[in-house]
């Protein structure tokens, strides 16, 4: 059973960076599709960005050239770099797999806040 822990979240200035990681115990991140989801309260969890097994990276446009998720293998870590960070990315961030054996998973949040 795969199990993810996010760490990284905090308050920041708006024009500032954060870097969210999420550590997975319970499977390989090279052979699992990850993905970054956000919620803020009231709202439904969206995705914001996503890298599957074989590398491959989507964002959602009002994150594209300021947000980079990428994986370190040696690690077994998935990250989200965020930079040029503006209030609307105030939120909850979540990291989830999927794998065809092992099934999908959620994190349990990292909060990320940025003020004007």
């Known amino acids: 059973q795969v199990q993810l822990v996010e760490s990284g979240g905090g308050l920041v200035q708006a024009g500032g960076s954060l870097t969210l990681s999420c550590k997975v115990s319970g499977g390989f991140v090279s052979v699992i599709d990850m993905a970054w989801y956000r919620q803020v309260p009231g709202n439904q969890r969206e995705l914001v960005a996503s890298i599957t097994n074989s590398g491959a990276t989507v964002s959602i446009d009002s994150v594209k050239g300021r947000f980079t998720v990428s994986r370190d293998n040696a690690k077994n870590t998935v990250h989200l770099q965020m930079n040029s960070l503006k209030p609307e990315d105030t939120g909850t961030y979540f990291c989830?797999?999927?794998?065809?054996?092992?099934?999908?998973?959620w994190g349990q949040g990292t909060q990320v806040t940025v003020s004007s």
């Open positions: 989830y797999s999927k794998h065809w054996r092992l099934g999908s998973a």
